[in-house]
Every structure is written in structure tokens, then in C-alpha cells.
């Protein structure tokens, strides 16, 4: 099971940038594959999650991410629009398996997790 992230870079404020997250090792319909972030001295937070009814955002990422999955391509994406400085951070997808009650795989818990990528980086400049 590998998770590669890419698509990060520097950006200006109320820039784009779109992650992605390639799965190999296992399909992405079979996991809960959702994205996190951290920031220097600070602790990894989930970002957004995607479930078979719904997606759920961190309030600092509402209105501005999109999370999203292709599964021909194994592939999971964020969508981040009018980028922020407060979004520097090494952005991380990871995954876990799902179970039959997953409907949402709203997991928020670092620790819920078996697996994750090496990050990406995103900088954002004021």
C-alpha cells in the first residue's frame, strides 16, 4: 500500500493549487482516503473527508477546498482556491480500510489512519 502526494508549491495569497494523492497497493473504494495538514509547531489536523453521502471541511478550509476522488484513476484530489498565508502547511493523504458501516469515513483522528503519504508543501506568501 503507497500513497504518493503531489501538486503542492508556492503560491500568492488568493492563488489555487490542486493535490493529489495516487493510491497503489489497494483501490480506493475499498478505503477511507481523506486529507490532512500541518503546520510548523503545530499538530497534523484533518482538512476534508469524503464519504458516500457526504464531505465534510475544516472550518478554515469551508468554501475555499473541494475534496474529490476519480477512481479509474486511484486517485484522490483537493482543490484549494483563494489560498491563504495561514494554509502553509505539508498537506498528507491518508488512508484506512473501510468498513461496512463507513458510510461517511469521517475520521478525524490521526490515529484512526494505517496509512499516509510522505506530504506535499504548500506555501502561501501574503
Known amino acids: 500500500v503507497q500513497l504518493v502526494e503531489s501538486g503542492g508549491g508556492s503560491v500568492q495569497a488568493g492563488g489555487s493549487l490542486r493535490l493529489s494523492c495516487i493510491a497503489s497497493?489497494?483501490?480506493?473504494?475499498?478505503?477511507?482516503v481523506n486529507w490532512f495538514r500541518q503546520a510548523p509547531g503545530k499538530e497534523r489536523e484533518v482538512v476534508a473527508t469524503?464519504?458516500?453521502?457526504?464531505?465534510r471541511y475544516a472550518n478554515t478550509a469551508k468554501g475555499r477546498f473541494t475534496i474529490s476522488q476519480d477512481n479509474a484513476k486511484n486517485t484522490l484530489y483537493l482543490q484549494m482556491n483563494s489560498l491563504k498565508p495561514e494554509d502553509t502547511a505539508m498537506y498528507y493523504c491518508?488512508?484506512?480500510?473501510?468498513?461496512?458501516?463507513?458510510?461517511?469515513?469521517?475520521?478525524?483522528?490521526?490515529?484512526?489512519?494505517?496509512?499516509w503519504g510522505q506530504g506535499t508543501q504548500v506555501t502561501v506568501s501574503s
Open positions: 491518508a488512508a484506512r480500510r473501510r468498513m461496512s458501516y463507513d458510510y461517511d469515513c469521517y475520521y478525524t483522528n490521526v490515529g484512526a489512519y494505517t496509512y
Open positions: 497497493g489497494f483501490t480506493l473504494p475499498n478505503y477511507c
Open positions: 469524503l464519504g458516500n453521502r457526504y464531505t
